[in-house]
């Protein structure tokens, strides 16, 4: 089955600079790849996605990038702010029937 | 519109003690999702319901799990008896299928403490 890889475990960045998250996965079948966000005792959140036929997607301050050769995705934060500050999770599906499969988070911190 | 909807929020248990968690998915999403997530780790798939089927439960630990989806809406997880192992926050999601990539949307998150 799907495996997927998260790094690094914790992160902390000064307000303003920017923030990278990385992804592995290890079926190349695997199509879809959310992000989601999960502030301390909240439900995670999706907050982007991208899909197997594109490389890149950004929504403001937010950009993921997709390396299907390689088989891992990237989260990229810009002008980092405090609320930025949670855990967030990768995760990867190679179908419609079959479940997300999620990395171990990543606990980003931004200092103000 | 209201979220997934789960109950309770926090139990503590003796250990031995049975527990159950409900799950009030989006209304008209066909597909529930039951995950366990410990301390400092990613969502883990338990139980994925189609409608009131389970078509993935091989993650489930069917000597001690059970879960339910009656009707296909609301569903039941069951743990008996509990072990001090089972601590962990058991969050509910549910999607849509028919729609894009079928987004998962969770609940809140059952937190069980089992002394």
């Known amino acids: 089955g799907e495996n997927v890889e998260q790094h690094p475990s914790t992160l902390s960045v000064q307000e303003g600079d920017s923030a990278v998250i990385k992804c592995t996965y290890s079926d190349s079948a695997s199509n879809y790849f959310p992000w989601y966000k999960q502030e301390l005792g909240k439900r995670p959140q999706l907050i982007i996605d991208?899909?197997?036929?594109?490389g890149e997607k950004k929504d403001q301050r937010i950009a993921v990038t997709l390396n299907k050769t390689a088989k891992h995705f990237s989260l990229h934060i810009t002008e980092t702010q405090p609320e930025d500050s949670a855990v967030y999770f990768c995760a990867a599906r190679s179908g419609g029937n079959t479940p997300l499969v999620f990395g171990k988070g990543t606990r980003l911190s931004v200092i103000a | 519109e209201a979220g997934v909807v789960q109950s309770p929020r926090y139990k503590i248990i003796e250990k031995k003690q049975p527990v159950a968690f409900w799950c009030n998915p989006i209304?008209?999403?066909?597909?529930l999702y039951w995950y366990l997530q410990n301390l400092g780790q990613g969502p883990e798939l338990l139980i994925r319901?189609?409608?009131?089927?389970?078509?993935?439960d091989s993650q489930l630990p069917k000597d001690r799990f059970s879960a339910e989806r009656l009707k296909g809406v609301d569903s039941t997880l069951k743990i008996q008896p509990a072990e001090l192992g089972d601590s962990a926050v058991y969050l509910c999601?549910?999607?849509?299928?028919?729609?894009?990539?079928?987004?998962?949307?969770f609940g809140e998150g059952s937190r069980l403490t089992v002394l």
């Open positions: 999601a549910s999607s849509d299928r028919a729609v894009g990539t079928g987004e998962l949307f």
């Open positions: 991208i899909r197997s036929n594109v």
């Open positions: 209304s008209g999403h066909n597909t």
């Open positions: 319901y189609e409608n009131e089927e389970a078509v993935d």
